[in-house]
């Protein structure tokens, strides 16, 4: 079992930066991957980032590459997105989601057994 809450989204203006947290529920969030996606309006579920158990190892989108930064706290049971140098193209509802205990890193959001309610982000130009 794991419930995820999300929070940090907003409105920011482009070049601007926001941090969303994500805190988990449960026992076993030490051994889950975490991954973050993204949706815009009209659009399919992206992938963002996703980071390792142990936080040893995160993988990015090519769009995040450079401006975001995944990271964890597994005795806080969050997970971090921190967004830098956003842009308008930024904007949409982030996820953040679990996978089920031990397994590695997925770029496929059906991978991912648990999701987070999202919260909005918005750039504005």
């Known amino acids: 079992q794991a419930q995820l809450v999300e929070s940090g989204g907003g409105l920011v203006q482009a070049g601007g930066s926001l941090r969303l947290s994500c805190v988990a529920s449960?026992?076993?969030?030490?051994?889950?991957?975490m991954g973050w996606f993204r949706q815009a309006p009209g659009k399919g579920r992206e992938f963002v980032s996703a980071?390792?158990?142990?936080?040893?190892?995160?993988y990015y989108a090519d769009s995040a590459k450079g401006r975001f930064t995944i990271s964890r706290d597994n005795v806080k049971n969050t997970v971090y997105l921190q967004m830098n140098s956003l842009k308008p193209e930024d904007t949409a509802v982030y996820y953040c989601?679990?996978?089920?205990?031990?397994?590695?890193?997925?770029?496929?959001?059906?991978?991912?057994?648990?999701w987070g309610q999202g919260t909005q982000v918005t750039v504005s130009s």
């Open positions: 989601a679990a996978r089920g205990v031990y397994f590695t890193i997925s770029y496929d959001y059906n991978r991912y057994s648990y």
């Open positions: 980071v390792k158990g142990s936080g040893g190892s995160s």
């Open positions: 449960g026992r076993t969030f030490g051994s889950r991957t």
